[in-house]
């Protein structure tokens, strides 16, 4: 297993998601790395168990590690100088799809939680609804989505790069905050289209 604060943060963050009783989403885990900038990010899905293929609500997070981050984390383990702390940027994507009809975006926004988890040393930043409408080869509406994001960092001090069990603390607020906020969006009354493995 790779020895690196990333993995920690990945595992931290798979404990909690996975301790708050959600299921990851089947074939929707990638780790990838830009060859040009050396950015590189771990991406997952996770929803309420019993939803189907695809869920109705998911929530889709990302942690990137920069290019930065990777020298700065580098200078630390090699030289043991610590001069800018390393941050891993946090992504939270809820989305709602498999929708009949759009719904009213304020419908979405005001079924969210009054107050996100405290993860990093930046509070959390939501971002406005994204509409998506998916049209077919002749297109005809087959079916819409709406997604609402939150971005944070976490700043890494020496203490956690030395000892990354710290971070589950760090993340271990997400994964109750997560599945309270899918189960409040799965309570809305909107009309969804089966799942694929619903369908005859």
């Given at each position: 297993m790779l020895?690196?604060?990333l993995t920690d943060?990945?595992?931290?963050l798979?404990d909690?998601l996975e301790g708050?009783?959600?299921?990851?989403?089947?074939f929707e885990e990638?780790?990838?790395?830009d060859?040009?900038l050396g950015?590189v990010?771990?991406e997952?899905s996770?929803?309420?168990p019993?939803?189907?293929l695809?869920a109705?609500?998911q929530?889709?997070?990302?942690?990137?590690w920069?290019?930065?981050s990777?020298?700065?984390y580098r200078?630390?383990y090699?030289?043991?100088?610590f001069?800018?702390?390393?941050?891993?940027?946090?992504?939270v994507?809820?989305?709602?799809q498999?929708?009949t009809?759009l719904?009213?975006p304020?419908v979405i926004?005001?079924?969210?939680?009054?107050?996100?988890p405290?993860?990093?040393?930046e509070?959390?930043?939501?971002?406005?609804?994204?509409?998506?409408?998916?049209?077919?080869?002749?297109?005809?509406?087959e079916?819409?989505a709406?997604e609402i994001s939150?971005q944070?960092?976490v700043?890494l001090?020496?203490?956690?790069l030395?000892?990354g069990?710290?971070?589950?603390?760090?993340f271990g607020?997400i994964?109750g905050?997560?599945?309270?906020?899918?189960?409040?969006l799965g309570d809305?009354p909107?009309?969804f289209?089966?799942?694929?493995?619903?369908?005859g």
């Amino acid at each position: 297993m790779l020895d690196h604060v990333l993995t920690d943060a990945i595992g931290a963050l798979r404990d909690a998601l996975e301790g708050a009783f959600l299921e990851r989403q089947a074939f929707e885990e990638r780790f990838q790395a830009d060859v040009l900038l050396g950015d590189v990010t771990w991406e997952t899905s996770y929803a309420v168990p019993g939803e189907g293929l695809p869920a109705r609500v998911q929530a889709d997070i990302s942690l990137g590690w920069p290019t930065w981050s990777q020298t700065a984390y580098r200078t630390w383990y090699l030289e043991e100088s610590f001069t800018d702390a390393p941050r891993i940027e946090v992504e939270v994507v809820f989305r709602v799809q498999r929708l009949t009809a759009l719904p009213d975006p304020m419908v979405i926004v005001a079924a969210l939680p009054d107050e996100e988890p405290s993860i990093g040393t930046e509070s959390v930043e939501r971002i406005g609804p994204t509409l998506e409408t998916v049209f077919g080869p002749l297109l005809d509406v087959e079916s819409h989505a709406v997604e609402i994001s939150y971005q944070t960092s976490v700043e890494l001090d020496e203490a956690t790069l030395e000892d990354g069990s710290a971070l589950d603390s760090r993340f271990g607020a997400i994964g109750g905050w997560v599945t309270s906020t899918l189960v409040r969006l799965g309570d809305l009354p909107l009309t969804f289209h089966p799942a694929d493995d619903d369908r005859g």
